[in-house]
């Protein structure tokens, strides 16, 4: 009545402290004063155990310091109330999380591999058959549906963990839950979560074909129906095991859907690769929920991740080992860019939507790569280094409106003429009217003066899915960028060459015609 209210009044609500009641001098009494003690236990939820020692004759003096450590190291506090005689809903979120992330199929089940996969993780040793069994029969002897064909139901897991704490046995339950990443407060420790990874200047962060296979699975677990695309239903499921939904509706703009705007396996695969490209340590936090270091048996989820070798490598060694490359789109309001972005996706002009990003593949010489659009803000003046450092540059005009292409011009000529980044010029909305330009060179005579490839014309108002071979020649640009120099000093001699060859077969062709004329 004096010291646990003196103690409350001075420690912090929110953090509880655990208390050990310890009775001395046990060794001048002949009977035990339990009984009289469990009243005030049960009073004061905070008490974690109470024990009766003795100084003189050593009676409980070790037991007394390893409770001391276990209140410290397992408190139960966190984990079961007392009063209700259940576990909190913080712990009971937690090991639901566990339980998800351990069902490797989905199936609301942990079978037998799967429960030895679980031990063998939190523990180093599987579980022998017998020992399983065992573990089930317990379960079913106290819950109807905690067994379910064989296999370790969400409420017989729990079950589990309410019997052990119960027990005393809170280490193992702690045990799992700090495997699991779990701090003293169960929530995911920033160690966790947030793993060291070091990133140079100019270097790329992107996914390890490790990871590509593990996004696989968890894609193949929550795609119930088989149709490779994720429902909303079965998006909403995956993303159970976050505290948070991580993707809103503008992911359905940004990567390839189905016709029933459903992210598809490669539209999942795809906005992926835009996080980790983008913004790597919300990619760790992500693969983090999903259990990847603990699926994986791997230190961190930072062993997800390849941090590719510095750009300016590259281009002296004229090789890259990279997968994903960054286009950045400019171009006045208006001109198509927006359309241009959703065209990569397979999207006509039927479907709009104002996106700063698309994600796809394309294949070059065989080699699927990742091919990222990024609609740059046409603010000339407020450009920063972010919205100029890419792979391949877009500048986009509108052939319809006269004064569209002087931007395009500006823009090349400010930031890009004596750059070593690749440009193409997108003549977009081919399918209407030409206007002339407003500019001093027309777009193709600028084109040839900057030894630029010839304005591509490009339309999605087309009633199929719009081309994707400007995507392609834009992935290989970015890939090569080290070989247009040598084209550009060779284009003039390489029209010549070809120019002559054309012109020798059709005089060829024409004396033939002649000889059988005559």
């Not at 500019?439 to 899915?465: G, I, V, W």
Request: aromatic share 12%.
């Amino acid at each position: 009545s004096h010291w646990i209210p003196l103690i409350n009044d001075r420690t912090d609500k929110d953090s509880r402290l655990p208390l050990i009641l310890v009775g001395n001098k046990s060794d001048l009494v002949e009977h035990s004063s339990m009984e009289t003690i469990l009243p005030i236990m049960n009073q004061y939820s905070e008490i974690e155990t109470c024990v009766e020692c003795s100084a003189k004759n050593l009676k409980n003096i070790s037991e007394l310091f390893y409770y001391a450590q276990k209140a410290v190291l397992h408190p139960t506090g966190p984990l079961y109330s007392p009063e209700e005689k259940e576990m909190k809903p913080s712990c009971i979120k937690a090991l639901t999380r566990i339980f998800k992330i351990s069902d490797l199929d989905n199936d609301g089940i942990l079978n037998d591999n799967e429960l030895n996969f679980f031990q063998r993780t939190c523990f180093n040793i599987p579980l022998a058959p017998q020992a399983l069994e065992d573990v089930k029969n317990v379960v079913r002897k106290n819950m109807s549906d905690g067994v379910k064909d064989n296999g370790l139901t969400l409420k017989g897991f729990l079950f589990l963990h309410t019997l052990f704490i119960q027990r005393g046995r809170h280490e193992t339950t702690w045990t799992v839950l700090r495997r699991f990443g779990y701090d003293d407060d169960l929530e995911l420790t920033q160690e966790y979560l947030f793993p060291l990874l070091k990133i140079p200047p100019d270097c790329t962060t992107e996914l390890n074909h490790n990871a590509y296979l593990f996004l696989q699975s968890v894609f193949d677990k929550n795609d119930n129906d088989r149709d490779c695309a994720l429902s909303p239903d079965e998006l909403k499921d995956l993303f159970k095991v976050f505290p948070y939904m991580p993707w809103g509706p503008d992911v359905n703009n940004t990567v390839c859907t189905n016709e029933q705007g459903w992210i598809t396996y490669q539209g999942y695969l795809s906005q992926w690769t835009l996080t980790t490209y983008l913004d790597v340590q919300r990619c760790l936090e992500y693969l983090g929920y999903l259990g990847y270091s603990i699926i994986q048996e791997q230190e961190s989820q930072a062993a997800a991740i390849t941090i590719t070798r510095n750009k300016r490598i590259d281009l002296q060694k004229k090789q890259t080992q990279r997968s994903v490359f960054r286009c950045n789109v400019l171009g006045v309001r208006g001109s198509g860019k927006s359309g241009f972005l959703q065209a990569f996706l397979g999207r006509n002009l039927a479907v709009s939507s104002n996106s700063y990003y698309a994600i796809s593949t394309t294949y070059v010489y065989g080699q699927e790569k990742y091919l990222l659009l990024h609609k740059v803000l046409p603010d000339f003046e407020f450009l920063s280094e972010a919205d100029l450092a890419c792979d391949v540059v877009c500048l986009v005009y509108d052939i319809s409106n006269p004064g569209s292409f002087e931007y395009c011009a500006k823009v090349y000529k400010k930031h890009f003429l004596d750059s070593k980044t690749p440009c193409v010029i997108i003549a977009a909305k081919s399918d209407l009217h030409e206007a002339r330009q407003y500019y001093s060179l027309s777009p193709l005579d600028f084109c040839r003066k900057h030894k630029l490839h010839p304005p591509q014309l490009f339309t999605c108002n087309t009633d199929e899915a719009p081309s994707k071979d400007i995507y392609t020649k834009l992935t290989t640009m970015a890939m090569y960028p080290f070989s247009l120099s040598d084209l550009k000093n060779s284009t003039f001699w390489l029209r010549a060459s070809v120019g002559a060859t054309v012109f020798a077969v059709l005089g060829f062709a024409m004396y033939k015609a002649l000889l059988k004329q005559r």
